[in-house]
């Protein structure tokens, strides 16, 4: 049973008390027993030793005047006086006959009085039926002891008053320590309800409540002491929740990816951008679970346990397959110099870009040497024919300068259009948007491609629908309303049918170029707008073709925050289409 401070502290001074009252209560009724019984004998053998004086010097001559002397001495008294001779038969006695009194010779007090002179004893009396306490004087001269006595019944008479003094003074000692027990733990119960009220405050974090500075020195010396550990506490708490703060806004604001784990693998913390790289929902607990079932990575569990326990930094390339990305997470070992179990960090870099860039580069660069290996082969061939004699043979030489001719021009446009893609593509560059009737654009854009598609017989049908303005950069879009027609012409057989339309509808502009030639195989039309992608590798490269125009169209449409679309079905036709704002965004 839990009892409160107040009942302990109560119960134990009461206690206290009530242990310290019987303990001298005993002491006191010993100390007090004993000296009545000491002060009743003195006076009792000072009084016998007055009534022996009072014996005659020559003595008692005749039993009657020693029974006339017991009686006139003992008068309204309650002591008994007894006189025994050597004999031990008694003279005279104040309360009994002494007739009929036998021999008192063995009496301990007669005979200690006979051998030293006085003599005491306290004994049952068998001639007055009670306890008595004797008392004798023996006179050697008159040959007599002079005896007295009394009721013991007295002496305990007088100590039952005294006992009855003394139970009174127990209990008002024992209600006077009560209330000053009850005092004292109510007040020291108060101030430690108070203490127990302000310390609860504290550890909820209201530290602006105070102990009073009340009651004894100590008491105050206490209240100063808790007050002084509330406003370091405070203070304490503010600093290490700024910290925290701090800490976790930074990690917070961090594009990384953050992960910590206890020395178990299991979550400790992430940060935002780790719970949106897992695809896990902010409110889905995941805290306490192991590193395999957050990441289904077997690498980065590997990778966490390699660092915990090397107890060194680790680093490692992981493919995060459910995101298609490619991460460098380092694995950072952390320990205190506590008994803090030690925990592991893991930060993660998405490197996909630069990976993927590094893959696109390494592809360019594999198809640029391709590309360019052939018509510097060609051309290299046909030089060295040419220096072998073949220029003695003037048709002969006509028709290789021709081939080099057409190689070189083909190498030109490559080049160009590389320049173009590489200006394009470069962050640096930044573009001066104008604002210009985009039906112009198309017009001028047909007008370009016109000689080309007289040459292959191919008729261009240009509708625009309405005459909005576009806010564009005037040359790029036209380069790319270009290449789309010149596909168009390009890879079309001769007397096809080309439309180019323009419209406008709300807040974008749609440029789509429309043929009716052999199209696009399905398998390809994901991959149409790569660098150097070709359908028909062979019959693109005879016809000139770079495999950039595409994807040129495409950057252009992105540099203005637009997109470009390309429908196809095998043996009818394509349509390519661009779809741009009409405003482009500030910048």
Same mark, same amino acid.
């Given at each position: 049973?839990?009892?409160?401070?107040?009942?302990?502290?109560?119960?134990?001074?009461?206690?206290? !008390?009530?242990?310290?009252?019987?303990?001298?209560?005993?002491?006191?009724?010993?100390?007090?027993?004993?000296?009545?019984? /000491?002060?009743?004998?003195?006076?009792?053998?000072?009084?016998?030793?007055?009534?022996?004086?009072?014996?005659?010097?020559?003595?008692?001559?005749?039993?009657?005047?020693?029974?006339?002397?017991?009686?006139?001495?003992?008068?309204?008294?309650?002591?008994?006086?007894?006189?025994?001779?050597?004999?031990?038969?008694?003279?005279?006695?104040?309360?009994?006959?002494?007739?009929?009194?036998?021999?008192?010779?063995? +009496?301990?007090?007669?005979?200690?009085?006979?051998?030293?002179?006085?003599?005491?004893?306290?004994?049952?009396?068998?001639?007055?039926?009670?306890?008595?306490?004797?008392?004798?004087?023996?006179?050697?001269?008159?040959?007599?002891?002079?005896?007295?006595?009394?009721?013991?019944?007295?002496?305990?008479?007088?100590?039952?008053?005294?006992?009855?003094?003394?139970?009174?003074?127990?209990?008002?000692?024992?209600?006077?320590?009560?209330?000053?027990?009850?005092?004292?733990?109510?007040?020291?119960?108060?101030?430690?309800?108070?203490? +127990?009220?302000?310390?609860?405050?504290?550890?909820?974090?209201?530290?602006?409540?105070?102990?009073d500075l009340s009651g004894s020195r100590e008491a105050i010396i206490l209240s100063r002491s808790v007050n002084a550990m509330g406003r370091q506490l405070q203070d304490k708490i503010c600093t290490v929740s700024y910290q925290?703060?701090?800490?976790?806004?930074?990690?917070?604001?961090?594009?990384?990816?953050? !992960?910590?784990?206890?020395?178990?693998?299991?979550?400790?913390?992430?940060?935002?951008? =780790? !719970?949106?790289?897992?695809?896990?929902?902010?409110?889905?607990?995941?805290?306490?679970?192991?590193?395999?079932?957050?990441?289904?990575?077997?690498?980065?569990?590997?990778?966490?346990?390699?660092?915990?326990?090397?107890?060194?930094?680790?680093?490692?390339?992981?493919?995060?397959?459910?995101?298609?990305?490619?991460?460098?997470?380092?694995?950072?070992?952390?320990?205190?110099?506590?008994?803090?179990?030690?925990?592991?960090?893991?930060?993660m870099n998405d490197i996909t870009r630069i990976k993927k860039l590094e893959d696109m580069r390494k592809e360019f660069v594999a198809n640029v040497s391709h590309e360019l290996r052939t018509p510097v082969t060609s051309i290299?061939?046909?030089?060295?024919?040419?220096?072998?004699?073949?220029?003695?043979?003037?048709? /002969?030489?006509?028709?290789?300068?021709?081939?080099?001719? +057409?190689?070189?021009?083909?190498?030109?446009?490559?080049?160009?259009?590389?320049?173009?893609?590489?200006?394009?593509?470069?962050?640096?560059?930044?573009?001066?948007?104008?604002?210009?009737?985009?039906?112009?654009?198309?017009?001028? =854009?047909?007008?370009?491609?016109?000689?080309?598609?007289?040459?292959?017989?191919?008729?261009?049908?240009?509708?625009?629908?309405?005459?909005?303005?576009?806010?564009?950069?005037?040359?790029?879009?036209?380069?790319?309303?270009?290449?789309?027609?010149?596909?168009?012409?390009k890879y079309c057989p001769e007397g096809t049918q080309i439309n180019v339309r323009g419209e406008s509808r709300d807040d974008r502009i749609k440029i789509s170029v429309e043929d009716h030639g052999p199209g696009i195989p399905?398998?390809?039309?994901?991959?149409?707008?790569?660098?150097?992608?070709?359908?028909?590798?062979?019959?693109?490269?005879?016809?000139?073709?770079?495999?950039?125009?595409?994807?040129?169209?495409?950057?252009?449409?992105?540099?203005?925050?637009?997109?470009?679309?390309?429908?196809?079905?095998?043996?009818?036709?394509?349509?390519?289409?661009?779809?741009?704002?009409? +405003?482009?965004?500030?910048?």
């Open positions: 049973m839990n009892r409160t401070f107040f009942q302990q502290f109560f119960y134990t001074i009461f206690f206290i !008390i009530l242990l310290s009252v019987v303990l001298y209560l005993s002491l006191t009724i010993g100390v007090v027993k004993r000296a009545l019984n /000491r002060e009743t004998l003195e006076r009792q053998m000072t009084m016998t030793s007055v009534v022996a004086n009072m014996v005659p010097p020559s003595g008692f001559s005749t039993n009657q005047e020693a029974q006339l002397f017991c009686n006139e001495v003992v008068d309204n008294t309650i002591v008994r006086i007894t006189l025994i001779d050597r004999k031990g038969l008694v003279i005279g006695d104040s309360s009994k006959d002494r007739d009929l009194m036998n021999d008192h010779s063995d +009496r301990p007090e007669i005979r200690q009085a006979w051998f030293t002179g006085l003599g005491n004893s306290t004994r049952y009396s068998t001639s007055v039926s009670l306890n008595m306490l004797y008392t004798a004087v023996s006179l050697e001269d008159q040959g007599l002891v002079v005896r007295l006595s009394q009721s013991v019944e007295e002496i305990r008479n007088d100590l039952d008053r005294i006992y009855t003094q003394i139970l009174l003074i127990f209990v008002l000692a024992v209600i006077f320590g009560t209330l000053l027990a009850f005092l004292i733990a109510r007040s020291i119960s108060k101030k430690l309800s108070s203490l +127990r009220e302000v310390v609860g405050e504290y550890a909820k974090g209201h530290f602006d409540i105070e102990l925290e703060n701090e800490l976790r806004g930074m990690l917070n604001s961090m594009r990384e990816p953050v !992960i910590l784990l206890n020395h178990r693998l299991e979550l400790k913390e992430m940060n935002p951008a =780790a !719970i949106e790289m897992l695809l896990h929902d902010e409110n889905e607990i995941f805290l306490g679970k192991g590193i395999l079932q957050i990441m289904h990575s077997v690498e980065s569990c590997e990778l966490a346990e390699k660092t915990l326990n090397t107890e060194k930094s680790q680093e490692s390339l992981i493919y995060f397959k459910e995101r298609d990305r490619y991460l460098q997470v380092y694995g950072s070992f952390l320990f205190r110099d506590d008994d803090t179990p030690p925990s592991v960090l893991l930060v290299m061939g046909y030089v060295e024919t040419l220096k072998s004699g073949a220029l003695d043979h003037k048709e /002969r030489a006509t028709q290789f300068v021709d081939i080099i001719f +057409r190689q070189t021009r083909n190498l030109t446009a490559l080049i160009d259009d590389l320049l173009t893609l590489s200006r394009i593509e470069d962050g640096r560059s930044h573009f001066k948007m104008e604002e210009f009737p985009f039906c112009d654009l198309l017009s001028s =854009a047909v007008s370009l491609c016109l000689p080309k598609a007289i040459e292959k017989r191919s008729c261009i049908t240009l509708i625009c629908e309405g005459d909005n303005s576009v806010q564009a950069h005037p040359l790029l879009l036209e380069q790319a309303v270009s290449n789309l027609i010149e596909n168009a012409i399905e398998k390809d039309l994901d991959r149409i707008f790569e660098r150097f992608y070709r359908v028909d590798k062979a019959r693109s490269r005879d016809l000139g073709g770079t495999g950039l125009g595409l994807a040129i169209v495409k950057h252009i449409s992105v540099i203005h925050n637009g997109s470009v679309s390309v429908s196809s079905r095998e043996g009818q036709g394509c349509t390519f289409t661009i779809s741009l704002p009409i +405003r482009q965004p500030e910048v």
